[in-house]
């Protein structure tokens, strides 16, 4: 945790919470709780409804996986799962089967993760075995409703987590049968980074009187996230991308591509200069997505190149810079993926490759954040009107990245400072 946290003086050991609660987050090393945790769990522990406006990286899945936990029947008295947490994609359900099992330690709590891409068979053996809690993707859970191979009986609490990107991604219909379907004298939790008019009326639907809580900065790019943007060609950009590498060694970088061809394409041009580079997106079959997150989190890959399905909501710790080579089409997902670094206080910065012809989204990018994202320039990648000639100084593909460092392992350390980077030029507007 970061040093601003020593200011802070509610710790976990001064809340009402159970010996065994304390026991796990003394092993989970978490002495204080974030303000997230801080507002949602004492209320969730009385069982009241909650709407939290939270992104991913606030510690969000342990304020409302700590009150689950706490107010779990003991399974003696209750052998049908007790907690549904639903999430929209797979490695989010790892990630919160994750911190479960981290937050349970010590204790006997079954948590299976449910989701696709994965047999049948193996989850059903789970389920057989009593899990208190269940955390799944809505596609999956209800494939598993409808065998009767998981029990909705005696759900008393109920999570949607990321709730905007479950809906954006068209599990709507799911969700709302899932719910249609599951006791209606339960506790729900409702997480999401943003709350448009969809998600207010799921809220209105199916929670009781639910209390609101917005955990969002206004400025949703926290302090310890700077944001700059390139004006670059096109055909330019892989060009500025290596340049940047060079320049800022990043100590973990994401690069987001639009689209996953882009995606291939830029890890294939990488990869012939660095062996430090994987790509990450939704074609790839799911062991070998687990297995490149896995080792991109361990750090022996330094730049992962993903798209934004893959790359939102994934809890990938120290990432130190995330570099958007193609804009976000929906400025939501700027918030997602900038959402991937900075987190839990660390510091991390945010490059923007931004076309002439582009200049529209970056403006809505700008209004969603409330703010102006700051303008960096390299030398020769100066650019100009669409007609310019450029004169800077283009790589080759035989150029060697070698001077970038990125074939040598760096040690762990903390990112640049901001003062060796640029000169940075606020935009005028
Ligand atoms: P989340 O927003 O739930 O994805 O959490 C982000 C990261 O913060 C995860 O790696 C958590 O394990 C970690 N974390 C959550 N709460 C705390 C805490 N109170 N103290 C330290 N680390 C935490």
Redesign the pocket.
Known sequence: ?SDN?EAKELR?SEMPLSEPMQAA?QN???????P??EGVIPLALEGKDIVGQ??????????FAIPILERLKPSKEVTTPQALILVPTRELAV??RD?IA?LSYGQRIECVALYGGKPLRGQIDKLQRNPQIVVGTPGRVIDHISRRTFKLDSLSMIVLDEADRMLDIGFRPDIEKILRQCPTDRQMMLLSATVPPPIERIAQRFMNDPVKLDFSPKNISAETIDQYYFTVDQSRKYDLLVQLLIREQPRKAIVFCRTKRGTDRLQKRLARKTSLVRCIHGDLAQGARNQTLSDFKSGKYRILIATDVVGR?I?I?QVSHIINFDIPAYSDDYVHRVGRTG??GQEGVAYSFVTPEEGGELTSIEMRIEKLLMRDEMPGFECYEKTSVDTGPGLSEEDDIKEVGLSVAKPEGPPPKMNSRKKKYRRAL
Request: avoid cysteine; glycine fraction near 10%.
């Open positions: 945790m946290q976990y987050l989970a090393q978490y002495e204080y709780p974030s997230i945790q939270a992104r991913t990286g606030t510690g969000k899945t342990a304020a990630q919160v911190e981290k909501g809890d710790s987190r839990m």
